[in-house]
């Protein structure tokens, strides 16, 4: 079975400083691979997705992840955080119909000014 | 153009009650899926329905069935609530052959007493 593992479940950061959070995925063969983001009381919204075309991905509000297949990781970095970011991150994956996604448990940000 | 839509925004029932949450998807998409976050947590996958039939199921009771309209739109029923369903209620929506680019409402938010 597809499964993802978010290593730190709180992660702070200084404004303006590098953002790196953790993803690393089991899967037998090439996933689907997503960071999401989820601000209180809202629903997910897509960051960047890993459809097995560049391994560095760009999404949007300046966030990019690299996916690693020998270290079986997809982190998420930011250059320079914002106070804006703040908010739970969750790593996903899926098999390659798409019906089905598994997530991590989730990576809170906080981000000091 | 709107977005996945869910109601009722907020829901609080008794244990052993019955409930049904609303989801309509975004725009042009067919495919309607139900995730549970439980607090703290990342969604699971509930399950997956597609020209109105379940196409796939997580690791859920039979407790749980949904239903799909000829608009594409779907509900999620529970029955004989327990406590422990207490959780955010997300749907996602997305279209045949493009199923990673999943899209998610707001969710439903149900409190069981």
């Known amino acids: 079975a597809q499964s993802v593992t978010q290593l730190g479940s709180h992660v702070s950061v200084s404004e303006g400083a590098l953002v790196l959070l953790r993803c690393n995925y089991s899967?037998?063969?090439?996933?689907?691979l997503f960071w999401y983001v989820q601000y209180p009381n809202q629903g997910l919204q897509l960051l960047l997705k890993?459809?097995?075309?560049?391994?560095l991905v760009k999404g949007i509000n300046g966030f990019e992840a690299e996916f690693k297949k020998s270290e079986t990781s997809f982190h998420l970095t930011k250059p320079s955080a914002h106070m804006s970011d703040a908010a739970e991150y969750f790593c996903?994956?899926?098999?390659?119909?798409?019906?089905?996604?598994?997530f991590g448990t989730g990576t809170s940000l906080t981000v000091i000014p | 153009d709107a977005g996945v839509t869910q109601s009722p925004t907020h829901l609080i029932k008794t244990r052993g009650q019955q409930v049904t949450l609303r989801c309509s998807p975004k725009?042009?998409?067919?495919?309607v899926s139900w995730y549970q976050q439980a607090l703290g947590q990342g969604p699971q996958f509930i399950f997956q329905?597609?020209?109105?039939?379940?196409?796939q199921r997580g690791n859920f009771p039979d407790r749980f069935s949904g239903h799909q309209f000829p608009n594409y739109s779907s509900e999620l029923n529970v029955n004989a609530l327990l406590l422990g369903d207490s959780a955010l209620y997300l749907c996602?929506?997305?279209?045949?052959?493009?199923?990673?680019?999943?899209?998610f409402g707001p969710g439903t938010r149900l409190t069981v007493t």
């Open positions: 725009s042009g998409h067919d495919t």
């Open positions: 329905y597609y020209e109105e039939e379940e196409r």
């Open positions: 996602a929506s997305t279209r045949q052959g493009i199923t990673y680019e999943q899209y």
């Open positions: 899967s037998s063969v090439p996933p689907y």
């Open positions: 890993y459809t097995s075309a560049a391994t």
């Open positions: 996903a994956v899926s098999d390659l119909t798409g019906n089905q996604f598994y």
